[in-house]
């Protein structure tokens, strides 16, 4: 979603398609703008490997942990597609469950802070979704940008969206697909609905530091939240088969 905003909203930049790695493109001449999620891995070594000497602007939104472990992917509509521990990748034509899950991506984050030679910015998506005009502007004032459309409107710009689900990129579930729609408030706190409970005890039950996490980021103030829903109406708990 913000990818496509900024893609429509920003000039003179090159929008990547779909997914491309950043640290390839460093060797290129020119602005350019890419969204891969595990480029958080690689922000030091792009720092080391810079040869235009190009500043490096990393943006990096927050999420409700709920919301993130219960979230489906288009192309893989039967899994839930990022854990604590693993995630899912595409491996040729098939999925693997072996890329980095939530833990080791929050703390690869937590180092981007401590790094030289990079400028980040954090926000939440759930503000991204309730001020989208709010969150460009602090955008533009913290990176020095200039926006021309404004991120409520990015959607009436449809030839300028780089991530789109077509051709091999197309999705299994469509309905899945909402990063060329209009911003819509009711996207975050999904994780509430009742077929996701069992997904929400289980992974909190098997890997307790989700609760510091969800904490650090100002989701929650403590884990009596969790109380109340594990006891709460819903299906029995039990275990997901991979995650």
């Given at each position: 979603?913000?990818?496509?905003?900024?893609?429509?909203?920003?000039?003179?930049?090159?929008?990547?398609?779909?997914?491309?790695?950043?640290?390839?493109l460093?060797?290129?001449?020119?602005?350019?703008?890419?969204?891969?999620?595990?480029?958080?891995?690689?922000?030091?070594?792009m720092?080391?490997?810079?040869?235009?000497?190009?500043?490096?602007?990393?943006?990096?939104?927050?999420?409700?942990?709920?919301?993130?472990?219960?979230?489906r992917?288009?192309?893989l509509?039967?899994?839930?597609?990022?854990?604590?521990?693993?995630?899912?990748?595409?491996?040729?034509t098939?999925?693997?469950?072996?890329?980095?899950?939530?833990?080791?991506?929050?703390?690869?984050?937590?180092?981007?802070a401590r790094?030289?030679g990079?400028?980040?910015?954090?926000?939440r998506?759930?503000?991204?979704?309730?001020?989208?005009?709010?969150?460009?502007?602090?955008?533009?004032?913290?990176?020095?940008?200039a926006f021309?459309?404004?991120?409520?409107?990015?959607?009436?710009?449809?030839?300028?969206?780089?991530?789109?689900?077509?051709g091999?990129?197309?999705?299994v579930?469509?309905?899945?697909?909402?990063?060329?729609?209009?911003?819509?408030?009711?996207?975050?706190?999904?994780?509430?609905?009742?077929?996701?409970?069992?997904?929400i005890?289980?992974?909190?039950?098997?890997?307790?530091?989700?609760?510091?996490?969800?904490?650090?980021?100002?989701?929650?103030?403590?884990?009596?939240?969790?109380?109340?829903?594990?006891?709460?109406?819903?299906?029995?708990?039990?275990?997901?088969?991979?995650?």
């Open positions: 979603l913000l990818y496509n905003m900024l893609s429509a909203a920003l000039p003179g930049f090159e929008f990547t398609p779909f997914e491309q790695r950043a640290l390839p460093l060797m290129r001449p020119g602005a350019i703008a890419s969204k891969t999620p595990m480029d958080v891995f690689e922000v030091e070594r720092v080391r490997s810079n040869p235009f000497r190009k500043s490096i602007l990393v943006i990096v939104p927050l999420r409700d942990l709920r919301d993130v472990l219960t979230s992917h288009p192309k509509p039967g899994e839930y597609f990022i854990g604590f521990d693993h995630s899912w990748w595409p491996n040729g098939d999925w693997v469950y072996a890329a980095p899950g939530i833990g080791a991506i929050h703390a690869a984050t937590r180092e981007l790094l030289s990079v400028s980040m910015l954090q926000f998506y759930e503000e991204l979704l309730s001020a989208p005009a709010e969150v460009q502007e602090r955008i533009a004032r913290a990176l020095n940008l021309q459309v404004g991120f409520a409107e990015f959607h009436e710009h449809q030839a300028d969206l780089p991530y789109r689900y077509e091999k990129h197309a999705a579930d469509q309905t899945l697909v909402r990063e060329n729609m209009p911003v819509d408030r009711a996207r975050a706190g999904k994780w509430r609905a009742p077929e996701h409970r069992q997904r005890i289980d992974q909190f039950t098997r890997f307790p530091a989700l609760f510091d996490l969800l904490i650090d980021t100002g989701y929650e103030k403590d884990t009596a939240w969790f109380e109340t829903y594990r006891e709460g109406d819903g299906p029995s708990v039990g275990r997901d088969h991979r995650s």
